[in-house]
């Protein structure tokens, strides 16, 4: 993933597909909407070889051999790619247990884990894993977070976070911290509703936003669909130019590549095209589309605009940091790993 050839006319948007292949209608789609690259779903993962196939297609559709493609692989509840074919990966919130335990057995099992997650996406031609999660894990909020956070406390957060986010990148694989500024408090599962945060500013900077703000210098970010009453009462984060600028960018600090969270979720209004140009228009960098269905990727397509200046040139320097993946011993790694969880 170079970065350094982002023809002019590369769109801000990463876009799903519908299924384990490529229809004819979406390789011509992406051919013409150029998007700066994909995101795939256990819909799309049927096996390794027909997930190396699709990969090596969606780059020939737009040209491009380092187009980035997307996974959420987190383990635990998100998992996209499954057993039989794939490892079943422990939760975030699980490694997170041991590390309150055993602070450096945790530190371990989290580095082995995201180099073990990272091989199975690389063998299938995925180079951005959408991890870590740095929300928090607090009594009371909707369990749409839940244990796909380390904890409730935000410096073992930022902590393990840290140790994801280089072992991430040490096997070429580019991290993505969510959601910033923080999902962990939301009351409703932004899926299907829009969640409004009422804590004061000051508990969102000690609680929520410490995170993102220890680890701001993470390559790649994503928004969340929350409005924070204290900062915006009237627009969710990713469409609020006072949270993307005043939070996101300043208080915390965070100046890497800034996706959306997924645009087709209930939380916002309007049609799709209104959410991308809104989205744009509070500073993202990336808007990103996951459905793969037709009519909204066209509506998405047409709000969206090309990638700016400070885009392309983050998406750049993200790309330097990523590292040569050594090869590691997959067994080995396993039993190590396995051995980590049972001793805590």
């Not at 209930?266 to 990336?286: F, P, V």
């Amino acid at each position: 993933m170079s970065m350094s050839s982002l023809p002019e006319n590369t769109s801000a948007v990463i876009f799903g597909c519908e299924g384990t292949v490529l229809s004819d209608w979406e390789r011509d789609f992406f051919a013409d909407s150029n998007p700066f690259g994909f995101i795939l779903f256990k819909r799309n993962c049927e096996s390794p070889e027909q997930l190396r196939h699709l990969t090596y297609d969606l780059r020939e559709a737009v040209g491009r051999e380092d187009a980035p493609i997307l996974l959420d692989q987190e383990g635990g509840r998100v998992t996209r790619l499954k057993p039989p074919h794939w490892r079943a990966a422990p939760a975030p919130g699980r490694l997170g247990t041991l590390a309150q335990r055993d602070p450096e057995a945790g530190e371990e099992a989290v580095r082995l884990n995201t180099l073990l997650l990272a091989a199975e996406l690389r063998d299938a031609g995925i180079d951005v894993n959408c991890i870590p999660s740095l929300d928090l894990n607090l009594p009371g909020a909707h369990d749409v977070i839940g244990d796909r956070a380390f904890s409730g406390e935000p410096e073992l957060v930022a902590r393990l976070g840290k140790v994801c986010i280089e072992a991430c990148l040490s096997a070429g694989v580019m991290p993505v911290i969510k959601h910033i500024p923080g999902h962990g408090r939301a009351l409703v599962d932004s899926h299907l509703s829009l969640p409004k945060v009422t804590a004061s500013l000051e508990e969102l900077k000690a609680a929520d936003f410490e995170p993102f703000r220890l680890r701001a210098d993470a390559p790649w970010g994503m928004t969340c669909h929350i409005v924070y009453t204290a900062v915006d009462p009237d627009r969710p984060a990713t469409a609020s130019p006072k949270v993307v600028q005043e939070v996101i960018r300043d208080y915390i600090g965070f100046g890497g590549l800034l996706l959306t969270d997924d645009l087709s979720m209930e939380a916002l209004a309007g049609d799709l095209g209104q959410r991308t140009a809104a989205a744009m228009a509070a500073g993202c960098d990336i808007a990103l589309h996951c459905n793969g269905k037709t009519e909204e990727m066209l509506s998405v397509a047409a709000g969206s605009v090309p990638m700016s200046e400070a885009a392309r040139g983050r998406a750049a320097a993200a790309a330097k940091r990523l590292g040569k993946p050594a090869d590691i011993d997959f067994d080995e790694a396993v039993n190590r790993l396995e051995e980590l969880l049972a001793s805590g």
